[in-house]
Structures are given as C-alpha cells and as structure tokens.
C-alpha cells in the first residue's frame, strides 16, 4: 500500500544534541510536509517543500531545519533540542497544494 | 487566514448520525473547508472537503451554508471507531503553507 512511514516512532534525545527525523513516501507526492504537535494541542505546521522549494513558517524556530534530497525522503532535523521541543512531529504529503494531505503515523520525540 | 471555531467536545451514540460543526465566519472566497480528524496517537487522517456545495463521500457528508460561514460535518452512522479529534480547517486554494489546525472537537462515540 502507498504510504507514509516516518521514522523512528520513538525518538530520545539529549537536551542540545541533535536530532534528526526521517519520512519517506511511496505516494509520489510533490508536496511534502512537517507538523509539530505539542501534548493536547493541534498540529502546527513548521514547513513544507513544493518540489524542491523550500517555504518556511514564519514563526518556526532557526532551531530547526529540513533537507528533502529527493522526492521521497524528507528529513527534519533539530540542531540544539530543548526541552520545549519535546513533541509529535508529523510528516505528511500532498498532491500539488490543492490535494488533501495524508500523514505518517508521526515521530514522538523525548527531550532529556 | 480565516479561523475556525469547534465545539472543544462532544458525544454521540453509537449508531446514530454524529454532527460536528465548524463556525468559519471569516471565510473568504478561495478558501475550501477541508476536515480531518486524529484518532489517539495517530497522524490525521483526511475525511472531506468542499468549497459551497455540500459534499458526501464514503466517510462523511459535509453541509456548508449558504453564506459559507458555517459547516456541518455528519457522520451517518457512528461507530466506537469514530471517536476522534475532528479538526476543521479553512485552506486558500493557492498555498499550501496556510493550513492551520484550529482546536479540533473531541468526538466520543458511547455504546
């Protein structure tokens, strides 16, 4: 089945050690992207690539950053996480911008 | 953007038809109502979207009013498997990075 696997699904980290988050998709999808989701609280999205543009939030932190080497890997990484940064992240892709998303099953991240 | 406001949560029977709805009075004209919604430690997951006609697939109907400033998502029959947080979201048809997940409506389907 086309998907969207993200991993690892459990991920602990030092605090100031970096991290990175790995999704892959078998969707063929143009559109990638990354979502943090804090305890109780909605998915925010961080970023997204169309294709190999790169289109940042405006209030996602320089803490973190993202590669995308080809259309199906994209990877999320946190240069210093604190401990604030403890969260779900979610990767998802779309068909074009229009299309709706379909998400991985996300990355829970332990900040110690 | 235009925001969404969700009831924080909500409970239905099951078998019987669950109505979330979704207040978006700020809509403008490109943008569609799209819902998803997020079963406990799981990505969301896609359920409809529509621009001003009512829409219906194999999940969900979605009832949008006239005046768009409002819409009604309707699950016919809910079953245990529906309880879910449900997130309406109004997204412009022309970027991508403007789709923000307002509070959601926890939906808890009881036997």
């Known amino acids: 089945d086309a998907m969207v696997i993200q991993n690892p699904r459990y991920q602990v980290t030092q605090f100031g050690k970096p991290v990175t988050l790995s999704c892959s998709q078998t969707l063929n999808h143009n559109v990638m992207y990354w979502y943090q989701q804090k305890s109780s609280q909605a998915p925010k999205l961080l970023f997204h690539?169309?294709?190999?543009?790169?289109?940042n939030e405006a209030d996602t932190p320089d803490n973190f950053q993202s590669r995308r080497p080809n259309t199906s890997f994209c990877f999320l990484d946190i240069r210093s996480p604190g401990l604030g940064d403890a969260a779900m992240y979610l990767c998802a892709t779309s068909r074009g911008r229009y299309n709706e998303q379909f998400f991985g099953p996300g990355t829970r991240l332990t900040v110690l | 953007d235009a925001k969404t406001t969700q009831p924080p949560s909500m409970d239905c029977a099951e078998g019987r038809a669950a109505n979330l709805p979704c207040n978006h009075s700020?809509?403008?004209?490109?943008?569609?109502v799209y819902w998803y919604r997020q079963i406990h430690s799981q990505g969301p997951q896609y359920i409809i979207h529509?621009?001003?006609n009512n829409e219906t697939n194999e999940m969900a109907s979605l009832i949008i009013t006239e005046d768009r400033k409002s819409s009604t998502l309707i699950l016919p029959h809910a079953t245990l498997r529906d309880t879910a947080v449900y997130y309406c979201?109004?997204?412009?048809?022309?970027?991508?990075?403007?789709?923000?997940f307002g509070d959601g409506t926890t939906l808890t389907v009881k036997p």
């Open positions: 690539y169309y294709d190999k543009d790169f289109n």
């Open positions: 700020t809509i403008s004209g490109n943008e569609y």
């Open positions: 979201i109004v997204r412009p048809w022309t970027n991508a990075g403007k789709s923000t």
């Open positions: 529509g621009l001003k």
